[in-house]
């Protein structure tokens, strides 16, 4: 028997609670068994676990888009006990059951190496948001060296800076040399994004209402996870030839911008996936974040709650009351 999170659907509504279940219980449409360390609670889970968008597709499901842990037993080539792993995405905790668990079985297809650097904690500090993170700063880096940008030439604009994607952008933007601005709705949290590297830290309601379709130019890139009118306004402040890396939607799915700061000034937008990234990106990535992230940082963002938590996390972190990451220890 193991313990796992559980969401189902019964007639009187939606359900997640804590349950033991039986190994036998996994889904069979896995070839690895993994015994889970480490998992997270990121913004999607908390829809998952809360139930507040239709994130679960099938019911019963164990919630949780990515872990850390070892393997236990592979029926997949690349794959052996003891084989130190992790995985983010792939549909895992919406379509497939994922990593809110001590047991998971998944296709050992989606599961990465964990690189030698890394502890389990360390990897699920960082997990879904962190290498969402470093997917953009690699998408903005690229662009830039293209484009003959250097580091230090202008300011970069992060947003929603005091969750897991910003918390994590700020630190390795500014470790490249960056000027980082970071834009929050707490204000009480301007000493820890300074202590992430943030040079300035502005109000997220600078960005937040709707704005016009060209702006004083300011930003040479974004990153941004909140969507919406910010990424508008973020959009049409960026200078001539700067780049956007869009990956997220806090404050809501819809873009209300005008094609004006593309064709009159040129400048790009990244959309950013982190679900169904090509194996190749991911371990790139991964291997990126475990020589650069400077461990000290990665520690002040980290809380650590363990398996029942991760039911009221949830809803704190929809409500934008979570500051950083959230390590889940699901061990015991």
């Not at 796992?4 to 449409?29: F, M, V, W």
């Not at 068994?33 to 968008?53: C, E, F, P, Q, W």
């Not at 080539?77 to 379509?95: A, H, S, T």
């Not at 130019?217 to 030839?241: F, M, Q």
Request: proline fraction near 5%.
């Amino acid at each position: 028997m193991f313990d796992a999170l559980l969401i189902t659907k019964p007639e009187s509504g939606y359900r997640c609670e804590l349950a033991q279940l039986d190994e036998a219980q996994l889904p069979a449409s896995g070839d690895v068994t993994v015994r889970v360390d480490y998992s997270t609670v990121n913004y999607k889970d908390g829809l998952a676990i809360t139930g507040k968008s239709p994130v679960v597709r099938s019911f019963p499901m164990v919630p949780g888009i990515d872990f850390a842990g070892s393997v236990t037993h592979s029926d997949h080539p690349d794959w052996k006990p003891g084989d130190r792993v992790l995985l983010n995405g792939f549909g895992v905790g919406e379509v497939h059951w994922g990593g809110l668990s001590q047991l998971a079985r998944v296709k050992g297809d989606w599961l990465v190496a964990l690189p030698d650097s890394l502890s389990e904690r360390d990897a699920m500090a960082l997990g879904t948001a962190g290498y969402t993170a470093m997917l953009c700063v690699q998408a903005l880096q690229k662009h830039w060296a293209e484009a003959g940008v250097a580091a230090g030439s202008g300011e970069v604009l992060v947003t929603g800076a005091g969750g897991g994607v910003g918390s994590v952008a700020i630190s390795l933007l500014a470790g490249l040399g960056h000027t980082v601005v970071a834009s929050t709705g707490r204000p009480q949290e301007e000493t820890y994004l300074r202590s992430l590297g943030a040079a300035a830290v502005i109000d997220r309601n600078e960005l937040g209402a709707p704005g016009k379709p060209l702006q004083k130019e300011r930003w040479i890139g974004v990153v941004d996870s909140v969507g919406s009118h910010t990424l508008a306004n973020a959009c049409a402040s960026t200078r001539y030839g700067g780049a956007v890396a869009a990956c997220g939607l806090a404050q809501g799915m819809d873009l209300p911008a005008s094609v004006a700061p593309f064709i009159l000034r040129g400048i790009t937008l990244y959309g950013i996936d982190s679900v169904m990234a090509p194996m190749a990106k991911r371990e790139a990535a991964w291997g990126e974040l475990a020589r650069t992230l400077d461990r000290a940082q990665l520690a002040a963002m980290i809380t650590e709650i363990g398996l029942a938590d991760a039911i009221p996390a949830a809803s704190q972190i929809l409500a934008g009351q979570v500051r950083g990451r959230l390590v889940v220890n699901v061990k015991g």
